[in-house]
C-alpha cells in the first residue's frame, strides 16, 4: 500500500523529532502535526518515544491527519527481535494496534536482536510476522539503525534474506544519516537496497569531534544529492533532522522546498 501524493512528485513528510524531543513532549505531537501541515507537509510521522498520553494523543491525531488528508507513518522505537533473537510478540501486537488507532497505515520498526535467533526462531518468527501483519493490513517498513546488529549493511542482508527465503518480502525505511554512525558507506547502501526501499528518512550529517550529528541537508558533509538520486524518486521522503528558528514554520516551509526541489530534479 503506496502512501498518497500531495502536490507534485513523492510525498514529503515531517518525522515529529525534527522539532526537538523537549519542544514536542511539552507542545504534544498534534501540535507540531498543525505546524507541519500549515508548512505544507504532505504528512507527519509520529514518534511513539515521544507520546505523553498515547490513549489520548493518538485518537486526536488520527482525526486531524484524516481530516486534513494527510500521510501519517507511526514509529515504534521498540525493536521486532528480543535480545535472544526471538521474535517480540508483545512488542509487535503493541505497535500494530498503536499504529491502528492513529490510523497508520505503516509501521516502521527495526530488527533489533535478530542476528542471534537459531533456525527453529526463523521459522515460527517469519511465520507469526507474516500473519500479523497480514491480519492487520499494515505495511511494516524495517529501518537500518544506528546499532552494529540492526544498521549494518550485512546485517540487514542477512535479515531481509532470510525473511525473502521465508516469503516474506518487507519494504524498508532508509534513513540517510544512520550508516555515518556505524562507519557504512551511504551511496554503496542506496545502491544496495533500492529496490526494496519505500521511505526515506532525508537528513544531513556532520561529523564533531566524538560524534556524528544530523544536519539539514544542504549543511550535510555527505553526498546527500547523490544518495537520494540512488533511491526510488517516487517513494515517500520525511525530514528528520533538526527544524529551529524563531518561525517554525517558515524554516518547515523552506526545508520542504529544498526536498522537494531535489526529488523533482531526480525525477526529470
Not at 525534527?18 to 507527519?44: K, P
Not at 511513539?48 to 489520548?56: G, K, N, R, V, W
Not at 544506528?146 to 516469503?167: E, I, K, M, N, S
Request: glycine share 8%; charged share 15%; with cysteine.
Amino acid at each position: 500500500m503506496a502512501l498518497s501524493v500531495h502536490n507534485a512528485g513523492a510525498p514529503a513528510l515531517i518525522s515529529l523529532t525534527s522539532f526537538g524531543n523537549a519542544e514536542v513532549r511539552r507542545h504534544g505531537q498534534l501540535y507540531f502535526a498543525r505546524l507541519s501541515h500549515a508548512a505544507g507537509a504532505s504528512g507527519v510521522e509520529v514518534r511513539e518515544e515521544l507520546l505523553i498520553d498515547a490513549a489520548d494523543e493518538l485518537p486526536a491525531i488520527a482525526a486531524y491527519v484524516r481530516a486534513q488528508g494527510l500521510d501519517v507513518v507511526y514509529s515504534c522505537p521498540q525493536p521486532l527481535f528480543a535480545m535472544d533473537g526471538a521474535l517480540d510478540t508483545a512488542v509487535l501486537q503493541h505497535a500494530i494496534a498503536a499504529a491502528q488507532t492513529l490510523g497508520a497505515s505503516w509501521l516502521k520498526m527495526s530488527i533489533g536482536g535478530f542476528a542471534r535467533q537459531s533456525v527453529a526462531h526463523s521459522a515460527t518468527g517469519f511465520a507469526a510476522l507474516k500473519t500479523a501483519i497480514a491480519e492487520a493490513g499494515i505495511t511494516l517498513l524495517i529501518e537500518n539503525d544506528q546499532t552494529v546488529g540492526a544498521g549494518t549493511v550485512q546485517a540487514l542482508q542477512r535479515f531481509f534474506a532470510a525473511a525473502d527465503a521465508a516469503g516474506l518480502s518487507l519494504p524498508m525505511t532508509f534513513d540517510m544519516g544512520n550508516w555515518h554512525y556505524l562507519g557504512e558507506c551511504a551511496l554503496q547502501a542506496a545502491q544496495l537496497f533500492a529496490s526494496r526501499v519505500a521511505y526515506v528518512h532525508a537528513k544531513g550529517v556532520q561529523r564533531l569531534p566524538a560524534k556524528w550529528v544530523a544536519v539539514p541537508l544542504a549543511e550535510s558533509a555527505a553526498a546527500w544529492r547523490a544518495i537520494l538520486r540512488a533511491l526510488p524518486g517516487d517513494v515517500p521522503r520525511a525530514i528528520e533532522y533538526p527544524l529551529i528558528g524563531d518561525d517554525l514554520q517558515a524554516v518547515t516551509r523552506h526545508e520542504l522546498a529544498v526536498l522537494r526541489d531535489a526529488t523533482a530534479l531526480q525525477n526529470h
